[in-house]
């Protein structure tokens, strides 16, 4: 086998290790640690400590460490969390949240400046377009990781199923359920109840394996990169030092239409963070019981990863504007359908029909705003990317913030505000885009995915 093409698959499948097990936690935190609100409160700091790792911890662990070692201990910060889990209390999730947090950033920078380079040095040798080769091996890596959805909350259902005792969930314990909830650990005392100290421990204990394996993976198969492509790539890192980087991220905020775009960016959080942390746990846990998570979770997973496949295809004749539209419809008939919606066990279908829906309107919102993004500051990607990054994980943190403190009505009502504001800043940005260059049309064919997966890089 190729050699860069062995690196690319030792990344890929590490990280679909890796990912397995952190997707399919991440699910379950807002059902499994719901006392006090320590799931939801986690994953809030997970995202805060995202915030501030990006602005500066890429460059300078890449520069020190070099791209495989760089992977390879910001993957045990992954595997931490996972052993914080298994004693799951304020003192023990909280330090492992901060700590995956720290290692989020350098993880993915680090993932994408090696494949960045293995797909350069390739194309060198083989006379080829070094553009292609890189698309080609980022192609081949979102192709293995997508599928860490699936496996991850298949692994929580299968496990969290062979619970001895089934529990009845009474019509009156039911009346908890929903957009109306009783704003208490209702979930936890009815027919939904955690699941046993032994199944638990047994599913952490094999989320945890799948983490080593991952770290084991990058460290005995994946080859370092050449001392003179570390060079180059280190020269790349060092040019904007950390300050520069960050003035210019905020700097960015002097352009009109980036202030437009921060409500739009922010609810990508906030819809992503609603589905995690309360639709989980105030309809499916509550009604159902929590072994039914990852099931609804591979349905939002699934559905996602083909959406976003589809529309990256059919962008360049659609344009982004009506898929804009399909997806804040789509959004809107879902939360006015939830706060209408009292869930009970017999309407089991409809259960997996909400994150289908969502999963269609998320992949609108990951592709086309991360192409938006790249279309309209081409020339300040690094800054804008920045901000991206910066306001989307403040969505997150904001809706997993409050996830406890207020009742699942009034989140879908900020839900819907958040939404429609959107949409009004979005149209803004066209309008100004539309009489700036009214002979160019905006939707063009760059929209599918390639500023998708520039993003995730930067």
Known sequence: MERNLKNVLVISFGFLLLFTAYGGLQSLQSSLNSEEGLGVASL??????????????????IKKLGCKWTIAISMCCYVAFSLGNFYASWYTLIPTSVILGLGGAPLWSAK???????GTSYAEKAGKNAKDIINQYFGVFFL????????GNLISSLILSQSPTKVEIS??????CGAYNCLTDTTNTTGSAKPSNSLIYTLLGVYTASGVLAVLLVIIFLDQIKSDQAETEKEKLEAPSFWSTFLATFRHLKDKRQCLLIPLTMYSGFEQGFLSGDYTKVYVTCAL?????GYVMICFAAVNSLCSLLFGKISQFTGRKLLFALAAVTNTSCIIALLLWKPHPKELAVFFVFPALWGLSDAVWQTQTNGLYGIL???????????YRLWESLGFVIAFGYSTKLQVYVKLYILLSVLVLSMLTYGAVEYLEAKSSPGTPTATKNENGGPHSQETCM
């Open 44 to 61: 809030s700091v997970v995202y805060a400590a995202l915030i501030l790792s990006s602005m500066f911890l890429p460059p300078i662990l």
């Open 377 to 387: 500051f081409e020339k300040h990607k690094e800054a804008a990317f920045a901000n």
């Open 144 to 151: 293995v990781f997508q599928s860490s959805g699936v496996w």
């Open 171 to 176: 019509e009156e314990d039911l009346e908890c």
């Open 289 to 293: 019981g929590i072994q039914y998570v």
């Open 112 to 118: 994408c400046t090696y494949l960045t380079i293995a």
